[in-house]
């Protein structure tokens, strides 16, 4: 069975700090994939970041980084210097590879607000 | 492009009452996906359609049908509403599942209450 655990339900920090969002993940595939996504008080789902299962490969986009390790099952996304608009229910989310099959497995987010 | 379009934006039912909630997408995209999303429970898939004519249950897919008869257009059926649909409905649709192709792009969502 797949499971996507977000253990943090809501994080507060004043505008600059850096912050973490945790994410675990369960699956017995080999081949999988994990996202990102960003929901605004506006309530549309953002996409943020796809990484497949081969590609440990940390990334950085301007003030986001992400880090995968397979090791402990993990992909947390980090914020560098944040800012009072990054303030949004944050999700992860993991599908795995079965032929016809695109859904995605979602973790009960983490609620960040940047203070000012 | 639109992208993926939903209507209405909102919605009150009574119990016992039918509805359909719309989606459509611009982007020639074959697989495509309803979820519901409740406080404290993150997204749950309801159905999924992997084309034209083909759908498939999802991971909560009691009170709800749907069709696809064509590419564009997958609407969600609610049969006799019931005060636990109560929830944000968001529709997805992505181009494939091999690849990079399978990013989901999401719908703006349907607030649904049922009294």
């Known amino acids: 069975a797949q499971k996507v655990t977000q253990a943090q339900t809501e994080i507060s920090v004043v505008e600059k700090e850096d912050v973490t969002l945790d994410c675990v993940y369960e699956?017995?595939?080999?081949?999988?994939?994990l996202f990102w996504y960003k929901q605004p008080p506006s309530g549309e789902l953002v996409f943020l970041i796809r990484?497949?299962?081969?590609?440990?490969q940390n990334e950085i986009s301007g003030r986001y980084s992400w880090n995968f390790q397979k090791s402990t099952s993990s992909f947390n996304f980090t914020i560098t210097a944040s800012q009072v608009v990054d303030s949004a229910v944050y999700f992860c989310?993991?599908?795995?590879?079965?032929?016809?099959?695109?859904?995605?497995?979602f973790g009960t987010g983490t609620r960040l607000t940047v203070i000012p | 492009n639109a992208g993926v379009t939903q209507t209405p934006k909102f919605q009150v039912l009574k119990t016992g009452q039918s509805m359909t909630l719309q989606c459509a997408q611009d982007?020639?995209?074959?697989?495509m996906s309803w979820y519901r999303q409740d406080p404290g429970m993150g997204l749950r898939l309801i159905h999924y359609?992997?084309?034209?004519?083909?759908?498939d249950q999802g991971e909560v897919p009691n009170g709800y049908n749907v069709s696809r008869s064509t590419t564009e257009d997958f609407p969600l059926r609610l049969l006799s509403a019931a005060p636990s649909q109560t929830s944000v409905y968001f529709c997805?649709?992505?181009?494939?599942?091999?690849?990079?192709?399978?990013?989901?792009?999401f719908g703006p969502g349907t607030r649904l209450t049922v009294l």
């Open positions: 997805a649709s992505t181009q494939g599942w091999a690849g990079g192709t399978d990013t989901q792009y």
């Open positions: 699956t017995r595939d080999t081949t999988y994939y």
């Open positions: 990484r497949n299962s081969f590609d440990e």
């Open positions: 989310a993991l599908r795995i590879d079965q032929t016809g099959a695109n859904n995605l497995f």
């Open positions: 982007m020639n995209h074959e697989y």
């Open positions: 359609s992997v084309g034209a004519g083909i759908t």
